[in-house]
């Protein structure tokens, strides 16, 4: 089970939300820091202007701002809403507009991606305007999908303008939560639609959360023991995304005392710690996480060590033996401790929000069955990861090649004056 940490740091005399997952030693899984003076563009939707298309990139360079472009793929231009179009005979052209949301953050020197598929996410559903399949999250059981499906196929003929996904998250809820969240997603989604037609270019229809909601409205629910926070204003917050009134925030008669934990109707403690002699950076060791999350070398237990070393092109690891010296020599040894390397790149590239290639260099092995356990064990250990990550195979070479969906900034470029 996890722990949802937020809390405001300052590094290098910037002040950040740090929101992070804890797993039930105290190790740092996830971390997200954001700067508390600008809050990132990722899921808010605008009407955009179409600056150009580029026919040879199969995609459209489009404007959100005066001063921000961003990048629309072609192939995302599914059943688009324009406010404006210049041109009936092309699929899109300069100038027209349209609704777009932000789909991806800016990266190095590449400006942030748009899509014309909007997301409406709840706690237990979503609503999109341009895929408009109904799905089921895999994770559910065999039952709960086809409960689901066959709901959703009832519904089908109020859904032709629209998809729904029902997320993992609504195991822990009741048809009546998950359906009324639906609902409430639908008018959302088609109030927005309807108010778009009037508004003009670069209008924002809607900002997404806070970042620290919108992570917490995204882990899976029944993972989640507690979330912790030292800011009242964001406990509040967080309590009112669980549906917690202001009334229950208080308690006692006619001199109501401030309440610090409160649990939520699916068994979360939510708590708002308020040690004033040990804060909650220090009890949770939040620089020093950062600082080893940042760091080149990263120890294993068995004394081995891992290298990793970003590169503009892809992400480079190694493995080393390090200060390892139980059997040396002995295959059956290289094989544990490559097993021990794999457990901690899996929660490595979580951690750093590594995204795009991946080589790792693990120590060299004779046995091709020894080769298949490590590649296995490596698979089990990339499953609990949120993000797509594919494993590719082994090269001549004998380098492992994965590859991970980018969605966020890596911890690196996130704290780059950190480090």
Same mark, same amino acid.
């Given at each position: 089970?996890?722990?949802?940490?937020?809390?405001?740091?300052?590094?290098?005399?910037?002040?950040?939300?740090?929101?992070?997952?804890?797993?039930?030693?105290?190790?740092?899984?996830?971390?997200?820091?954001?700067?508390?003076?600008?809050?990132?563009?990722? !899921?808010?939707?605008?009407?955009?202007?179409?600056?150009?298309?580029?026919?040879?990139?199969?995609?459209?360079?489009?404007?959100? +701002?005066?001063?921000?472009?961003?990048?629309?793929?072609?192939?995302?231009?599914?059943?688009?809403?324009?406010?404006?179009?210049?041109?009936?005979?092309?699929?899109?052209?300069?100038?027209?507009?349209?609704?777009?949301?932000?789909?991806?953050?800016?990266?190095?020197?590449?400006?942030?991606?748009?899509?014309?598929?909007?997301?409406?996410?709840?706690?237990?559903?979503?609503? *999109?305007? !341009?895929?408009?399949?109904? +799905?089921?999250?895999?994770?559910?059981?065999?039952?709960?999908?086809?409960?689901?499906?066959?709901?959703?196929?009832?519904?089908?003929?109020?859904?032709?303008?629209?998809?729904?996904?029902?997320?993992?998250?609504?195991?822990?809820?009741?048809?009546?939560?998950?359906?009324?969240?639906?609902?409430?997603?639908? #008018?959302?989604?088609?109030?927005?639609?309807?108010?778009?037609?009037?508004?003009?270019?670069?209008?924002?229809?809607?900002?997404?959360?806070?970042?620290?909601?919108?992570?917490?409205?995204?882990?899976?629910?029944?993972?989640?023991?507690?979330?912790? *926070?030292?800011?009242?204003?964001?406990? @509040?917050?967080?309590?009112?995304?669980?549906?917690?009134?202001?009334?229950?925030?208080?308690?006692?008669?006619?001199?109501?005392?401030?309440?610090?934990?409160?649990?939520?109707?699916?068994?979360?403690?939510?708590?708002?710690?308020?040690?004033?002699?040990?804060?909650?950076?220090?009890?949770?060791?939040?620089?020093?996480?950062?600082?080893?999350?940042?760091?080149? #070398?990263?120890?294993?237990? +068995?004394?081995?060590?891992?290298?990793?070393?970003?590169?503009?092109?892809?992400?480079?690891?190694?493995?080393? *033996?390090?200060?390892?010296?139980?059997?040396?020599?002995?295959? @059956?040894?290289?094989? #544990?401790?490559?097993?021990?390397?794999?457990?901690?790149?899996?929660?490595?590239?979580?951690?750093?929000?590594?995204?795009?290639?991946?080589?790792?260099?693990?120590?060299?092995?004779?046995?091709?069955?020894?080769?298949?356990?490590?590649?296995?064990?490596?698979?089990?250990?990339?499953?609990?990861?949120?993000?797509?990550?594919?494993?590719?195979?082994?090269?001549?070479?004998?380098?492992?090649?994965? *590859?991970?969906?980018?969605?966020?900034?890596?911890?690196?470029? +996130?704290?780059?004056?950190?480090?």
């Amino acid at each position: 089970m996890y722990r949802y940490l937020i809390t405001r740091q300052v590094l290098s005399g910037q002040q950040y939300f740090i929101c992070a997952l804890f797993d039930e030693n105290k190790k740092m899984v996830e971390v997200f820091p954001v700067p508390a003076d600008s809050e990132p563009l990722l !899921g808010n939707i605008y009407i955009g202007r179409v600056e150009n298309v580029v026919a040879n990139l199969n995609a459209a360079f489009v404007k959100i +701002s005066p001063s921000q472009t961003c990048y629309l793929p072609l192939e995302d231009l599914k059943h688009p809403i324009f406010t404006k179009k210049q041109s009936q005979k092309k699929q899109l052209c300069a100038g027209d507009e349209l609704v777009v949301q932000v789909s991806r953050e800016a990266q190095k020197t590449k400006e942030p991606s748009v899509t014309t598929n909007l997301s409406f996410d709840g706690r237990y559903a979503v609503v *999109t305007s !341009g895929n408009r399949k109904c +799905s089921v999250s895999s994770k559910l059981s065999k039952e709960l999908r086809l409960h689901y499906r066959e709901r959703l196929e009832e519904q089908r003929s109020a859904l032709k303008d629209c998809g729904v996904i029902i997320r993992t998250n609504a195991s822990t809820a009741d048809d009546e939560k998950v359906f009324a969240e639906l609902e409430v997603l639908l #008018r959302e989604y088609r109030s927005l639609a309807a108010a778009a037609k009037h508004m003009t270019a670069y209008s924002i229809l809607k900002e997404a959360l806070p970042s620290y909601l919108k992570d917490l409205q995204d882990l899976p629910q029944s993972t989640l023991e507690q979330v912790v *926070t030292d800011d009242r204003e964001i406990f @509040e917050k967080v309590c009112h995304f669980y549906g917690i009134g202001a009334e229950c925030l208080t308690e006692g008669g006619s001199v109501p005392a401030l309440r610090y934990e409160i649990s939520t109707d699916t068994g979360i403690l939510l708590r708002h710690y308020h040690d004033a002699d040990y804060s909650l950076q220090a009890l949770y060791g939040i620089r020093e996480n950062l600082r080893a999350a940042l760091s080149e #070398r990263v120890w294993l237990k +068995s004394g081995a060590y891992l290298i990793i070393q970003p590169t503009e092109a892809l992400t480079v690891i190694d493995v080393n *033996t390090g200060k390892n010296v139980a059997k040396k020599d002995s295959q @059956e040894n290289f094989l #544990r401790v490559n097993k021990d390397a794999a457990a901690e790149i899996a929660r490595q590239l979580r951690l750093r929000n590594i995204s795009g290639i991946i080589l790792i260099d693990f120590i060299n092995m004779t046995s091709g069955e020894a080769e298949q356990e490590l590649l296995s064990y490596l698979r089990a250990c990339l499953k609990s990861d949120p993000v797509p990550v594919q494993l590719v195979d082994i090269t001549k070479l004998g380098l492992v090649e994965l *590859t991970r969906k980018k969605r966020r900034k890596p911890l690196r470029e +996130s704290l780059h004056s950190y480090q």
